[in-house]
């Protein structure tokens, strides 16, 4: 009889050509269970990191997607698409001869730090119940809002022609879309994504992720304490406040940052996500009773 699957973290370099749905599929079959969600969509296109979630872990979830994203990408300048990416159609195109490089350089500048982006319209974002990309399909014009993003770093890394080679270090909600669409604009060209790699995931980055095709023959976890030390700064509990923390209970603990901690037993076992208060810590999630 095969044993149970631990609690705990699968994260996978996802192949071109897969939705993350596919993903989560072939990572139910390999692992035999039902319980598994992921932090994070990544486009068909796209390859790269993508964080999984297995039985208890997929709690991690939500807390793990509101973390720093890094990518490797390249825009072609001179063609506008109506996904802003290489799987829509063109809708204009424009002569990119009289661009410099760094002109290009000095226009993606511009992009680092807080700014509003505005979301490409094909997007998974919500509008009253309905995805955006399905109302596109459906042949609804939508016009999200701009959003408040935060592109910590941006690199310019190679400029062939009218490609554009970067790595940008980002919030989580940042679409390298969005980026490309916005360059193009700002040169007079248009531009749109021809190829997109994630490369990190807060913690997690590709010297942590397996393929598919590896995790189906040895199938394993990252342990959820292992998860959670890796993502959270860690706390670790004497005996009776680990038995307060088990029912969720405030505590009168000083944490040592802000922000979301990993509580854990002595014996190592993770306990739950507290956050500080004014008078100590308060549970955000506890994940053993």
């Known amino acids: 009889m095969t044993s149970p699957v631990a609690d705990g973290l ?14 989560v599929a072939r990572v139910r079959r390999a ?9 994070g969509t ?14 208890r872990a997929t709690r991690l979830l939500g807390h793990l997607m509101l973390t720093e994203k890094a990518y490797d990408a390249t825009i072609r300048l001179g063609a506008s698409t109506t996904t802003d990416d290489a799987e829509g159609e063109v809708v204009a195109t424009a002569s990119t001869d009289h661009l410099t ?29 309905k995805r955006a990309y399905q109302r596109v399909r459906d042949g609804e ?6 959003r408040r993003v935060t592109i910590h770093a941006l690199e310019v890394t190679g400029v062939r022609g009218s490609d554009v080679d970067i790595s940008v270090r980002c919030s989580s909600g940042t679409y390298i879309r969005a980026i490309a669409r916005d360059l193009g604009a700002a040169l007079g060209v248009g531009g749109h994504l021809v190829a997109l790699r994630r490369t990190a995931v807060g913690a997690f980055d590709l010297s ?16 959820i304490a292992d998860a959670a030390r890796a993502t959270f700064p860690a706390v670790d509990l004497d005996e009776a406040t680990a038995a307060a923390v088990r029912v969720g209970r405030p505590l009168d603990l000083v ?4 922000g979301e901690h990993a509580l854990f037993a002595s014996d190592g076992t ?13 549970p955000v999630a506890v994940f053993v009773g």
Request: aromatic residues 2%; without cysteine; charged residues 25%.
């Open 31 to 39: 692992l035999g269970t039902r319980k598994v969600g992921h932090a």
């Open 255 to 258: 944490l040592p940052g802000a």
């Open 141 to 146: 014009d939508v016009d999200l809002p701009a």
């Open 42 to 55: 990544l486009d068909p296109m796209a390859t790269g990191v993508l964080v999984l979630g297995v039985n």
């Open 101 to 129: 490089e760094a002109g290009i350089r000095e226009a993606l500048a511009v992009f680092v730090g807080e700014i509003d982006q505005k979301p490409t319209a094909v997007s998974a974002i919500k509008v009253d119940g």
């Open 10 to 23: 699968v994260v996978i370099d996802k192949p071109g050509g897969m939705t993350s749905h596919d993903v």
């Open 270 to 282: 993770f306990l739950a996500l507290y956050e500080p208060t004014a008078d100590g810590a308060r």
């Open 208 to 223: 942590r992720a397996r393929s598919l095709e590896d995790l189906a023959d040895a199938p394993s976890v990252l342990p």
